[in-house]
């Protein structure tokens, strides 16, 4: 095989490989985001449940101040008792120690209404809780998982690097050019192989005269259709 395209076949498949790396990387990287886009939604629901844990012990306190301030009045009514004189006075005070009641009673029902939902919301908090926490012990052992694949990639890229850098060493600067051109908007099908006699890159079909040129694989010969560089693959890579 021509030389320049034995270099141009190894510099393209190294520049595919260079290519390949940061997306999985990235799916790497994506396995470990949506864990923690989970353990955020839970913290939010932490976060949301203490705010209506807050509210609910403010609501107690303002029925508990409301309480002390009825049964205050209850003992002014039961002093006025001993000195109201008419009927009518008897009647009016009777009336306002019923309404007094009354309320009492009310903030005495909602003040247990508070406390049942308190109890609830205490329970989803623990519940949160160590979901969180579970979440996050995920997150760590997935973490050390991801960070050794990624250190795998890494390692797998430098060699590869190393490898294109040693064969660009002695590469041919017409024939860099000239590939690079191609690569501009072929990307990493500036070089692809012939597959049943069709272009690999763009799929159409190579002339029998144009196949055979190929086959012999004396000279650089770019696809008449696309115009990327084509090249018969030797039967045990294909393998
Ligand atoms: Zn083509």
């Known amino acids: 095989m021509n030389k320049y395209l034995e270099d141009l076949i190894k510099l ?21 985001a949506t864990f923690v886009e989970i353990a955020e939604e839970i913290k939010k629901g932490i976060n949301d449940t203490y705010a209506q844990i807050d509210e609910i012990k403010s609501k107690r306190t303002k029925n508990n101040i409301h309480l002390a301030e009825l049964k205050s009045k209850l003992d002014d009514i039961s002093k006025k008792g001993a000195i109201v004189q008419t009927e009518k006075e008897v009647k009016a005070l009777q009336l306002e120690e ?46 050390v998982a991801v960070d050794s694949a990624i250190e795998e990639i890494n390692k797998e ?9 040693e064969l660009l060493a002695d590469f041919d600067n017409k024939v860099l050019t000239f590939y690079e051109k191609i690569k501009r908007w ?6 692809v192989p012939v597959k049943k006699q069709a272009c690999y890159g763009c799929f159409m079909k190579i002339s029998d005269q144009t196949y055979a040129e190929i086959i012999k694989s004396e000279e650089i010969i770019n696809c008449p259709h696309c115009g990327r560089i084509i090249y018969k693959e030797e039967e045990t890579v294909e393998a």
């Open 98 to 143: 019923e309404i007094a009641k009354e309320q009492i009673s009310f903030a005495n029902e909602e003040i247990e209404r508070l406390d049942k939902l308190s109890t609830v919301k205490e329970e989803e908090l623990k519940e949160l809780q160590e979901k969180l926490t579970e979440e996050e012990n995920g997150i760590k052992e997935l973490q």
């Open 12 to 32: 393209s498949k190294f520049d595919s490989k260079i290519s390949s790396f940061e997306p999985q990387i990235d799916n790497e990287k994506e396995k470990l």
């Open 157 to 165: 890229r430098n060699v590869v690097y190393q490898d294109r850098s």
């Open 186 to 191: 072929a990307k990493d099908t500036a070089v």
